[in-house]
């Protein structure tokens, strides 16, 4: 079965560049979700997406921004980056019914270092 | 904060039965279990989810008390590929909040 891409799978940026992170839910699926794990760390919630509107937002740094597009594919773009950023990011998707059953299906990540 | 308490650790031997607790007291009626587990730096793998009956799947069992206060997730013949982090997480329809889950160690 089709599972959760994301693109790039690893990223090497310099401090103050940019990044961007792609992902593709697994077909059908509306609602996209990002995570980041810092080193050592647990996966945190960052934001999701259902039907291209945004729909949480967790502790995410006013330097990231992310959309979804009209295919439900989503970027994370990350700017002035940081030697904190330096984590995995997992993208995440689901398909809403809205009855407690929304499990969500994760990509691989995308490895982000920051020097 | 995680709505969710676990061991952070456990040792199972290679073939028997894993039982990881997990105690979910503040559950709501609404809010399923859900249990993911995750291998070394790759993606969160789904395992399997109840809301109040038992449930089994090609992976795992979930056993949920009737209180629905814990459930213990059940790997019934464990392999060295389990070992892995395991993720007891009470959800409703957002954001997955992880605790820092279960470190499971199978010993050959």
């Known amino acids: 079965a089709a599972g959760v891409i994301q693109s790039p799978r690893h990223l090497i940026k310099e401090k103050r560049e940019t990044a961007t992170l792609k992902c593709y839910p697994i077909p059908r699926h509306d609602t996209v979700y990002w995570y980041q794990q810092g080193p050592g760390q647990d996966p945190q919630f960052l934001i999701s997406f259902y039907e291209k509107m945004q729909s949480d937002k967790g502790s995410i740094p006013d330097r990231f921004s992310a959309q979804q597009f009209s295919d439900y594919h989503s970027e994370l773009n990350m700017s002035s980056l940081e030697l904190g950023d330096s984590a995995l990011y997992f993208c995440?998707?689901?398909?809403?019914f809205g009855r407690g059953t929304d499990t969500q299906y994760f990509g691989p990540g995308t490895r982000l270092t920051v020097l | 904060d995680a709505k969710t308490t676990q061991p952070p650790s456990m040792d199972c031997a290679e073939g028997r039965a894993a039982n990881l607790p997990c105690n979910h007291s503040?559950?709501?009626?609404?809010?399923?279990v859900y249990w993911y587990r995750q291998i070394h730096s790759q993606g969160p793998q789904y395992i399997i989810h109840?809301?109040?009956n038992n449930e089994t799947n090609e992976m795992a069992s979930l056993i949920i008390t009737e209180d629905r206060k814990s459930s213990t997730l059940i790997l019934p013949h464990a392999t060295l590929r389990d070992t892995a982090v395991y993720y007891c997480i009470v959800s409703g329809d957002d954001k997955i909040i992880f605790g820092k889950g279960t470190r499971l160690h199978i010993l050959p």
């Open positions: 995440a998707s689901s398909l809403r």
């Open positions: 503040t559950i709501s009626g609404n809010e399923y």
């Open positions: 109840g809301l109040k």
